[in-house]
């Protein structure tokens, strides 16, 4: 006997069996019993959530010959048939591979035509949104006018591909994607049925990385038991979704972070050897990248907690070399690499050419100001890639900026040293990055991820003033205790050789602009945070 996939085996056959829909069930169940059915239906949401499933069930629902509460036979001549996919009386349609107009004027050539056995001609035509403008059009003349024994069933991933004039002709529904319990609860009937152990932790990670979708669930689950038939242990399951490699997930992140573009270049290099598969491993990446976001804002999202402990540490360490604006805008610059591999014929030199310039970019925000520093005392990097000389006139020039920003906001007040008459704020702003570095090396990495969001902008009276702008201002309040505070001024002493307290202060919102870039950066955050957790970011 052949094998047959999981997903496929367990595809679910009456509308019980679907979890995590029960809203649509509803809804079309009531359908059902009222005789009322609409022409036309469109099934939208992430893949492996149920759509081609629902519509199954229910093309078979509406035309068995002895329903049992909304539910399909499936053993009637009628079920059999559809099931078997003899009967033409359910026609599914793929529009990624059939997108063309002709093949749209087809369907309108047969809706005339009535069902063979059951009441009604269903079209199912999967990833609808495949369909050429052209196609869109000759399936709206359809849609207009259907014949009273036609419907149709659109299902989607990207509804908003989907003309509005199409929309609107749909009763609309939207599959959610499936928590992390309901996917477990599939897994572990599964592995019961097929007589297999399984432990909790194994459970949990095969549905951590379904990601909300069933099948991708399922395909995992059936790659564990390729590997280890029998038994599905934590450490089975780790092994052969680690065979997707989390060391070098983190590896790269840590190139990423220490700014060395030649040695994320030469990993990719080696794992482009080895065979592995570029368009996997970027997307593990992203992943990675979000979990760092996740880490960043302590935000604990569904499937976090379930990680282990070990693993979650390690995020939570790496994501400190970051800012979470950081990471959002590298997760957004590899869905650009992404988005263009697709379309290359070269995909690895994208991937290469994206990577480094990632790696070089990061450079711009922390680190910024040493490099600065570094360029103003005429000292260079002893290595340099191209791309990071390019980035490193990229960060002189913000920097210039900066500098251009600060004297427009405070004004006059930044040379009010007084009282330690070689403390100058250019000195102390120099050795600024020395105390942030010092920071790290007293393990004090959290304070250091915060003050380094700051400028110092001024020194007022023996005081050193560290400014935040609004956006950072949870990163403000978070310092201001006197314990932090005084820290701080030890370090200052220490590196700079003069006695400055410190005090932290939000700087005013001066220049009009300052609200619009906030609003960019929302937006920003908004393309790469799913929105529920943007509200934890405003909290802050
Ligand atoms: N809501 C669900 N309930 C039960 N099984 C599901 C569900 N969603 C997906 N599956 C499993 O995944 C397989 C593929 O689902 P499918 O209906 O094709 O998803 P979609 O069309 O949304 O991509 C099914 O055969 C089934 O094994
Ligand atoms: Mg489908
Ligand atoms: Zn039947």
Not at 167 to 182: A, H, I, Q, Y
Not at 203 to 210: E, F
Not at 236 to 260: C, R, T, Y
Not at 367 to 394: I, Y
Request: with cysteine; proline share 4%; hydrophobic share 40%.
């Amino acid at each position: 006997m052949s094998y047959k996939a999981l997903y496929r085996k367990w595809r679910p056959e009456v509308f019980e069996e679907l979890m995590g829909q029960g809203h649509i069930v509803r809804t079309l169940k009531n359908q059902i019993a009222a005789d009322s059915i609409s022409h036309a239906y469109l099934f939208s949401g992430i893949r492996g959530t149920g759509k081609t499933s629902t519509a199954k069930i229910f093309a078979r629902a509406i035309n068995c010959l002895s329903p049992h509460d909304g539910n399909p036979c499936n053993v009637c001549e009628v079920c059999r048939g559809i099931l078997s996919e003899q009967l033409m009386d359910v026609m599914e349609i793929d529009a990624a591979s059939n997108n063309g107009v002709d093949h749209i004027r087809e369907i309108r050539e047969n809706v005339k035509y009535p069902p063979i056995k059951g009441k009604y001609k269903v079209y199912i035509i999967d990833e609808v949104h495949m369909l050429s403008a052209g196609a869109f059009n000759a399936l709206l003349k359809t849609l207009e006018e259907p014949p009273d024994h036609v419907v149709f069933v659109l299902a989607t991933t990207e509804i908003h591909k989907i003309p509005a004039t199409v929309l609107s002709r749909c009763l609309r529904f939207t599959f959610k994607p499936l928590s992390m319990g309901e996917i477990k609860n599939r897994l572990a009937t599964i592995c019961h049925s097929l007589d297999m152990a399984c432990d909790d932790g194994a459970l949990t990670t095969v549905a951590i990385n379904g990601e909300g979708a069933l099948r991708d669930a399922l395909s995992i689950l059936d790659q564990c038991i390729a590997y280890h038939p029998g038994e599905l242990t934590y450490e089975n399951v780790i092994e052969v979704l680690g065979s997707i490699n989390e060391d070098l997930l983190f590896q790269m992140a840590d190139h990423i972070a220490e700014k060395e573009p030649l040695k994320v270049a030469q990993l990719l290099q080696s794992l482009y050897l080895e065979g592995k598969d570029m368009k996997q491993l970027l997307s593990d990446l992203m992943k990675h990248f979000r979990w760092l976001l996740m880490a960043s804002l302590k935000a604990k999202v569904e499937g976090w907690e379930a990680m282990p402990e070990a693993k979650r540490m390690k995020l939570s360490l790496q994501a400190e070399a970051f800012t979470a604006l950081q990471i959002t805008e590298m997760i957004r610059s590899m869905a650009e690499i992404e988005f263009s591999m697709k379309r290359s014929a070269q995909p690895y030199i994208l991937l290469e050419s994206g990577m480094i310039a990632l790696a070089a970019h990061v450079e711009e925000k922390p680190a910024a100001r040493e490099r600065a520093a570094e360029v103003t005392q005429g000292v260079s990097t002893p290595r340099k890639t191209d791309a990071s000389k390019m980035e490193e006139r990229k960060t002189e020039k913000t920097q210039e900026d900066k500098q251009q920003a600060k004297l427009e906001t405070k004004g006059p007040e930044i040379e009010t040293a007084t009282g330690n008459p070689s403390a100058t704020l250019e000195t102390v702003q120099q050795q600024w990055p020395e105390v942030l570095e010092r920071m790290k090396m007293d393990k004090k990495a959290s304070i250091q991820a915060m003050a380094r969001e700051g400028q110092l902008v001024a020194l007022e009276e023996n005081t050193a003033i560290l400014g935040f702008d609004s956006e950072h201002s949870f990163h403000c309040s978070k310092l201001d205790r006197e314990d932090i505070r005084s820290y701080m001024s030890r370090l200052l002493k220490e590196v700079t050789g003069h006695s400055l307290r410190v005090k932290v202060r939000l700087l005013e919102e001066q220049k009009p602009d300052i609200g619009s870039k906030q609003n960019q950066i929302k937006d920003q955050l908004k393309e790469a945070v799913p929105e529920d957790l943007l509200e934890i970011i405003e909290e802050e």
